[in-house]
């Protein structure tokens, strides 16, 4: 059974800043992009930040020099830090990695983590 686990989410003044972590645990056998998501009530899920295995990065144009994806092969994991953060940037986060879980199927599949709260408030 594999689980993505996301922490640091809160609540922050604007102008603050953030770190989001999110870890995988349980059988993987390979990790391929990673990325953060993030969706604002009444609106659609919206691309935040990816990460290649490689380390190539692609951010939202709404948080380009804002937030800073980065990822720790070694520990599953990846981290998004936020700072300047603005009202608009409140929402759920939630985080996607393409895992391939067997050694035998090459596919890599989409796995999401339960998301977790941002909001960005005086």
């Known amino acids: 059974q594999v689980q993505l686990v996301e922490s640091g989410g809160g609540l922050v003044q604007p102008g603050g800043s953030l770190r989001l972590s999110c870890a995988a645990s349980?059988?993987?056998?390979?990790?391929?992009?990673m990325g953060w998501y993030r969706q604002a009530p009444g609106k659609q899920r919206e691309l935040v930040a990816t990460?290649?295995?490689?380390?190539?990065?692609n951010y939202a144009d709404s948080v380009k020099g804002r937030f800073t994806i980065s990822r720790d092969n070694a520990q599953n994991t990846v981290y998004l830090q936020m700072n300047s953060l603005k009202p608009e940037d409140t929402a759920v986060y939630y985080c996607?990695?393409?895992?391939?879980?067997?050694?035998?199927?090459?596919?890599?599949?989409?796995?999401w983590g339960q998301g977790t709260q941002v909001t960005v408030s005086s």
């Open positions: 996607k990695f393409a895992m391939q879980v067997n050694w035998y199927d090459s596919r890599y599949s989409d796995y």
């Open positions: 990460i290649t295995r490689g380390g190539s990065t």
């Open positions: 349980g059988k993987i056998f390979s990790i391929n992009a």
